[in-house]
């Protein structure tokens, strides 16, 4: 009996060291790569926007609410009783994570224009109320789903459809009368319907590292991601 427990034992270990050091980052990467993606309403050619700076801002809060909320342990994931291989890949992933934040932000905000500071300013003000806010993990994770659910549904669906090309006319006349009213300031650029497709994904992407991240933290009874050792 205790030599089958010993095996699940070893079975479940070998499972989170795959989860944490070779399936997360893959995802976080993915997501770093698709959130910045964009595809031309012209000639459908593929153009890749680099964060900007307010979307590394938002990242960085948006980290700290991860912190805050318990979704991940920093002391446990970077200590001096870590074998040093262990701290690299805890820090390895930490970084994507922070890279993959940054672009789900990116795929979610207008590209230019004073909707992107209003969008901005929105996500800045929720994430620096919720820094002061009681969180435990599975409220977070639900908070961050309606935050960024919401974004996309502006982005993607409302503002996507009121400014598409190949709209009616009623549909023009509203966009050009918005542009004419505030000067250019609410206009955005146009992208192929396949832009939402991809922001999709890569935010349905992004939450189930999230929630693997906190399955993982969670397994263990101190809370700790698996270390990398040579008797596992």
Known sequence: MK?????????????????????????????ALLGGLRVSSDNHAFMFLPPSLITLILSVLLVLL??????????????????????????????????????????V???????????????????????FS???????LRSLVVLFGT???????LLS???ASDGTWLKSLTSTLISSVTLGTFDTPRFAASTGYISFFTLGLYMV???LIGTVQNSTP?????????NS
């Open 3 to 31: 030599t089958d427990e010993l095996v699940l034992a070893n079975n479940k270990l070998r499972n989170q060291i795959i989860v944490s050091y070779l399936v997360l980052p893959f995802i976080f990467l993915t997501v």
């Open 66 to 107: 991860l912190v805050r909320g318990g979704l991940i342990d920093i002391r446990s994931m970077i200590a001096g009783i870590n074998p040093p291989m262990t701290n690299v890949a805890h820090v390895w992933l930490l970084l994507t994570l922070f890279f993959a934040s940054a672009q789900a932000f990116n795929s």
């Open 109 to 131: 905000l207008p590209e230019r224009g004073l909707l992107h500071w209003l969008f901005s300013f929105f996500f800045l003000w929720t994430l620096w109320n919720n820094q």
């Open 134 to 140: 009681s969180f435990d993990a599975r409220r977070l």
């Open 151 to 157: 974004a996309f549904l502006l982005k993607h669906l």
């Open 161 to 163: 459809s009121l400014y």
């Open 209 to 211: 590292g999230l929630i």
């Open 222 to 230: 101190s809370r700790n991601l698996p270390m990398i050792s040579g």
